[in-house]
């Protein structure tokens, strides 16, 4: 099974409803992220958590919100999607405790927001 | 402004030849740069951490240099094959273990 699973894989939602995507991890790490990809703009932080108590913006955490309910579940939430919202979205892992750690990334979810 | 450069055309080689891909960046002072993988649909696969005093680090095939003085990193991939096919990221790492990503690169490997 995969270390980091996100769900819905694809979701095809309109312009101010609200979503939420999914994302959990096996891998026992204590930190999570969320980034959002959109073609030749590489991966931008929208928000991370190093805990469950410690929630953090990240680049362009504008019109969204996250919740991290355990330390293997952290969820994304779109409160009211816009189109410029429609983006590829990807979970990701890492370890703590030493000066750096790899990041383990989920399959994505493609997010299309009309 | 911090900026991550990543050649945005695609890289078309020759099977056999070793692929090179350049990631330059300026206003950044990183403690770490990683490289990864992505095919498409999926997510990155993390492939190589370099740190700032090293010069040079290999795997397998892979070898990645990292020179602070000319804010660069190249990536090779010697002996290249089709499944090598992939868009290829850049990431800087400063402080709190935050990444950077850049833009990537796509190499097309032709058998």
């Known amino acids: 099974d995969a270390d980091v699973t996100q769900t819905p894989r694809n979701r095809i939602t309109k312009t101010g409803k609200r979503i939420m995507l999914e994302c959990s991890q096996t891998?026992?790490?204590?930190?999570m992220y969320w980034y959002r990809q959109d073609p030749g703009l590489g991966l931008r932080l929208i928000y991370y958590?190093?805990?469950?108590?410690?929630?953090n913006k990240g680049e362009i955490s504008d019109g969204y919100s996250v919740s991290r309910q355990a330390q293997a579940k952290f969820s994304l939430s779109l409160e009211s999607a816009i189109p410029n919202q429609t983006a590829l979205y990807f979970c990701?892992?890492?370890?703590?405790?030493?000066?750096?750690?790899?990041?383990?990334f989920g399959p994505g979810t493609r997010l299309t927001v009309t | 402004s911090q900026k991550i450069e990543q050649n945005s055309e695609a890289l078309n080689i020759q099977e056999g030849k070793t692929a090179t891909l350049t990631c330059n960046y300026t206003?950044?002072?990183?403690?770490?740069l990683q490289w990864y993988r992505q095919d498409p649909g999926r997510g990155p696969v993390f492939l190589l951490l370099?740190?700032?005093?090293?010069k040079e680090k290999r795997k397998e095939r892979l070898k990645v240099t990292f020179d602070t003085t000319l804010k660069q990193s190249l990536f090779h991939i010697t002996a290249s094959q089709p499944a090598d096919s992939a868009t290829y990221l850049c990431a800087l790492e400063s402080a709190g273990n935050m990444l950077t990503f850049g833009g990537g690169t796509r190499l097309m490997v032709k058998p």
């Open positions: 891998k026992g790490h204590d930190r």
């Open positions: 958590s190093f805990d469950v108590k410690d929630i």
């Open positions: 206003n950044y002072s990183p403690a770490y």
């Open positions: 990701a892992t890492s370890g703590s405790g030493q000066a750096s750690y790899e990041q383990y």
């Open positions: 370099i740190r700032e005093n090293e």
